[in-house]
């Protein structure tokens, strides 16, 4: 068998956001697919393990948002590259909200799913669903084929240069106004900062700043 052969599925390319614990959660999704067309079904297929798969599984819904082929590649990569267990992936993008789930605020077209059935895969789980409700976006889909040739480069270089950022911004020491509790995050360093600087919020001098 030429599991290759198999490569030749096409697929779109989508973000999938739900809520769990009262938090968005979502991920990058290829395995997603129009069912039946009267009423309107869909079927999922999403990682077990992942943050997704146990939100959508106490939620009961979720969003789709179907990425337009002039997605910003770092999209694919904030969903698609790390888990929501370790970072609120909504925050780092412009979105929006129906009915409570968050949707990208740029995408060719929005859909709001409840499963109706599950079945567990191997690996993965089926979602079966009801779409019950659905808008237009702007722009074409992006095929998922067309991310693997010309977006899965720019996709992993947004990445390192995020996660890079986060890094650099992590290590750099946080100064606390003990008056009123401003942290300093500006890009100058603490100490380089002139003697008559004030704090932005209380206009506290610069020596009543600690060093957290
Ligand atoms: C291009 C691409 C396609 C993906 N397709 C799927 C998919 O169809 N189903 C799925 O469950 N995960 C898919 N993933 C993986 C999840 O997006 C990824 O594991 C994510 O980190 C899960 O995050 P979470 O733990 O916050 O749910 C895909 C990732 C990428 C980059």
Known sequence: MDLKALYKISYGLYVVGSRLDGK??????????????????????????????????????????ILPTDVDPFVIANFGYQSGRSTDKWANVAHKRVNDLPVLEKAAAFLRCKVTDYKELSTHTAFFCDVVDAWQGEGEPLIYG??????KTP??????????????????????????????????????????WRCPLCAAPKSAFKKQ
């Not at 077990?48 to 969003?63: L, M």
């Not at 270089?157 to 890079?164: L, Q, V, Y």
């Not at 911004?169 to 900062?193: H, M, N, R």
């Open 24 to 65: 968005d959660a979502g991920c990058a999704v290829d395995a997603f697919i129009q069912s039946t067309s009267s009423p309107p079904t869909v079927i999922l297929c999403s990682i077990q393990a992942n943050q997704t798969n146990k939100a959508i599984k106490q939620t009961g819904e979720f969003t789709v948002s």
């Open 155 to 196: 996709a992993q270089e947004a990445f390192k240069k995020f996660t890079e950022g986060q890094a650099s911004s992590a290590q750099q020491e946080k100064w606390i106004c003990t008056v009123c509790g401003y942290v300093y995050d500006g890009e100058i360093p603490f100490e380089d900062l002139p003697d008559d």
């Open 146 to 151: 067309d991310y693997q040739k010309n977006m």
